[in-house]
């Protein structure tokens, strides 16, 4: 057989003259055939990106070129990613994993979340209420309410609250407690469906003392799931077993949510954490500092506290940034030095933009409501001034993929990731949206002063 390269090159010479060069180009320009086997041809490709969209969009076209190539119509192609190109996507991010006892191992676990403790949450006006209630409902006597749904925006302290509970409980009582992501929650439960588990699935979600169950505004538009989730709900309540939500979004705002669940989420007590206010945010900031083995002092961090004013997370990346570069230059933190470091966080010399700037902006240019923003409508009317939206929120805020796909009614982060190529290739080329993203950002930066 000829080798890979050359099959390749023959086969892309095909590819071309159907899809033309630009197409051509964007999707195919760094792929390779790595091997033939018995039942795949496998292609390499750069990026999970590229890997998506050829799988979605040309499996079928090289399936049938490919077989008819090689004379082989049983072949399938599968793409996989080719470890010697850069990869360009950051690649999804990995649901939560809870452990068969529980134990919380997933992604968060392993950075910055793994130790999340009550004594290290700072409380102030914006979180008091979330936190007397949560901890009401691991008081020995059964609490006033139940559910506790707390909810709040990204980077708020939803999960560390969460966290925290489930640390707490585990250590003062000999309940069987459980964290864990709604969307973990989801992949369980439709393994244990597809593998005739059900039963075991059951007896172990029905079985929880403690049920804390973090963003659960994934199950979002998921009626299928929505009826299970609504089942384990009622059995654990009719038990009298404590259950705390945490979502992005109050209970009404959560798209799709099945009337009785959302009912359900609401029948205890609802609390929303707010963005805290900059007393708060230093006292944070303070705890945060303290772990580390750099010395801030107080100047910096009223510094930070003040300019960082949107979420919490914000504010860590921002330590996480003087640590890194006061490390690498070997020198002391002082005021000049976070000024100096942290400019490349504000515009000019301004303040952090918030969510809600970039939003309004876009809103008031394409005279559009918010609830067509978040929508799943795909007229592009309302989809480019949405694609628009993501492109400047990952560009200026650098939220998560799937931050942002949480934020706009819980759309997959493949669906953020294909929006801000669409408008990345939009501004290589046509320097007039160039210019009219520039003076849309001047816009809002202006507002700001
Ligand atoms: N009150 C607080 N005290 C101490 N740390 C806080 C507080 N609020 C937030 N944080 C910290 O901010 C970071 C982000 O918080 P967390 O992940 O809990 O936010 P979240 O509301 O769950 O966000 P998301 O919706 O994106 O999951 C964490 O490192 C957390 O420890």
Same mark, same amino acid.
């Given at each position: 057989?000829?080798?890979?390269?050359?099959?390749?090159?023959?086969?892309?010479?095909?590819?071309?003259?159907?899809?033309?060069?630009?197409?051509?180009?964007?999707?195919?320009?760094?792929?390779?055939?790595?091997?033939?086997?018995?039942?795949?041809?496998?292609?390499?490709?750069?990026?999970?990106?590229?890997?998506?969209?050829?799988?979605?969009?040309?499996?079928?076209?090289?399936?049938?070129?490919?077989?008819?190539?090689?004379?082989?119509?049983?072949?399938?192609?599968?793409?996989?990613?080719?470890?010697?190109?850069?990869?360009?996507?950051?690649?999804?991010?990995?649901?939560?994993?809870?452990?068969?006892?529980?134990?919380?191992?997933?992604? /968060?676990?392993?950075?910055?979340? =793994?130790?999340? %403790?009550?004594?290290? $949450?700072?409380? &102030?006006?914006?979180? *008091?209420?979330?936190?007397?209630?949560?901890?009401?409902?691991?008081?020995?006597?059964?609490?006033?309410?139940?559910?506790?749904?707390?909810?709040?925006n990204v980077g708020v302290?939803?999960?560390?609250?969460?966290?925290?509970?489930?640390?707490?409980?585990?250590?003062?009582?000999?309940?069987?407690?459980?964290?864990?992501?709604?969307?973990?929650?989801?992949?369980?439960?439709?393994?244990?469906?597809?593998?005739?588990?059900?039963?075991?699935?059951?007896?172990?979600?029905?079985?929880?003392?403690?049920?804390?169950?973090?963003?659960?505004?994934?199950?979002?538009?998921?009626?299928?799931?929505?009826?299970?989730?609504?089942?384990?709900?009622?059995?654990?309540?009719?038990?009298?077993?404590?259950?705390?939500?945490?979502?992005?979004?109050?209970? /009404?705002?959560?798209?799709?949510? =099945?009337?009785? %669940?959302?009912?359900? $989420?609401?029948? &205890?007590?609802?609390? *929303?954490?707010?963005r805290p206010e900059y007393a708060t945010r230093l006292?944070i900031l303070?705890?945060k500092a303290?772990?580390y083995?750099v010395?801030f002092p107080e100047e910096a961090l009223e510094y930070i506290a003040e300019k960082f004013d949107d979420s919490v997370r914000e504010v860590e990346s921002a330590l996480v940034t003087l640590t890194a570069h006061a490390?690498f230059n070997?020198r002391?933190i002082d005021i000049a030095f976070v000024k100096d470091v942290l400019k490349e966080f504000f515009y000019g010399d301004d303040k952090v933009v918030k969510v809600e700037e970039i939003e309004g902006a876009v809103?008031?240019?394409?005279?559009?409501?918010?609830?067509?923003?978040?929508?799943?409508?795909?007229?592009?009317?309302?989809?480019?001034?949405?694609?628009i939206c993501m492109y400047l929120i990952k560009n200026q805020l650098d939220w998560s993929?799937?931050q942002i796909?949480?934020y706009?009614?819980?759309?997959?982060?493949?669906?953020?990731?294909?929006?801000i190529?669409?408008?990345?290739?939009?501004?290589?080329?046509?320097?007039?949206?160039k210019?009219?993203l520039d003076i849309l950002m001047e816009k809002i930066k202006k507002a700001k002063k």
């Amino acid at each position: 057989m000829e080798p890979c390269s050359k099959i390749w090159d023959d086969i892309l010479e095909n590819v071309r003259e159907k899809l033309g060069p630009l197409r051509f180009n964007l999707w195919f320009k760094n792929t390779r055939l790595e091997s033939i086997g018995d039942a795949y041809a496998s292609i390499a490709v750069p990026n999970v990106f590229t890997q998506m969209w050829l799988q979605e969009n040309f499996s079928g076209l090289l399936k049938e070129d490919i077989g008819r190539f090689l004379k082989r119509s049983d072949l399938d192609v599968r793409f996989i990613l080719d470890n010697k190109q850069e990869k360009e996507i950051v690649l999804p991010e990995k649901p939560d994993v809870v452990d068969e006892k529980g134990a919380y191992t997933g992604r /968060k676990a392993l950075g910055l979340n =793994k130790g999340l %403790l009550l004594e290290d $949450f700072v409380i &102030g006006p914006n979180n *008091r209420l979330a936190y007397t209630a949560a901890l009401e409902m691991i008081k020995e006597e059964y609490p006033p309410f139940n559910p506790l749904f707390i909810h709040g925006n990204v980077g708020v302290g939803k999960t560390h609250l969460l966290v925290g509970i489930w640390n707490r409980v585990r250590k003062e009582q000999t309940v069987n407690a459980v964290y864990m992501s709604a969307e973990k929650w989801t992949n369980e439960f439709i393994y244990a469906l597809q593998k005739g588990k059900m039963e075991s699935f059951r007896q172990r979600y029905r079985n929880v003392d403690v049920f804390l169950i973090d963003d659960v505004h994934f199950l979002s538009n998921k009626q299928g799931v929505q009826e299970e989730f609504l089942h384990t709900f009622n059995a654990l309540y009719d038990s009298s077993k404590r259950i705390i939500f945490a979502s992005d979004a109050h209970p /009404k705002q959560i798209s799709q949510l =099945k009337e009785n %669940l959302a009912s359900r $989420f609401m029948s &205890g007590m609802v609390a *929303r954490i707010e963005r805290p206010e900059y007393a708060t945010r230093l006292l944070i900031l303070r705890t945060k500092a303290s772990k580390y083995d750099v010395y801030f002092p107080e100047e910096a961090l009223e510094y930070i506290a003040e300019k960082f004013d949107d979420s919490v997370r914000e504010v860590e990346s921002a330590l996480v940034t003087l640590t890194a570069h006061a490390r690498f230059n070997d020198r002391k933190i002082d005021i000049a030095f976070v000024k100096d470091v942290l400019k490349e966080f504000f515009y000019g010399d301004d303040k952090v933009v918030k969510v809600e700037e970039i939003e309004g902006a876009v809103l008031r240019h394409f005279n559009i409501s918010r609830s067509d923003l978040h929508s799943s409508r795909k007229a592009k009317t309302v989809s480019f001034p949405r694609q628009i939206c993501m492109y400047l929120i990952k560009n200026q805020l650098d939220w998560s993929y799937q931050q942002i796909g949480n934020y706009f009614g819980n759309k997959k982060h493949t669906t953020v990731i294909f929006a801000i190529k669409k408008i990345n290739e939009e501004l290589k080329k046509d320097d007039q949206f160039k210019s009219f993203l520039d003076i849309l950002m001047e816009k809002i930066k202006k507002a700001k002063k």
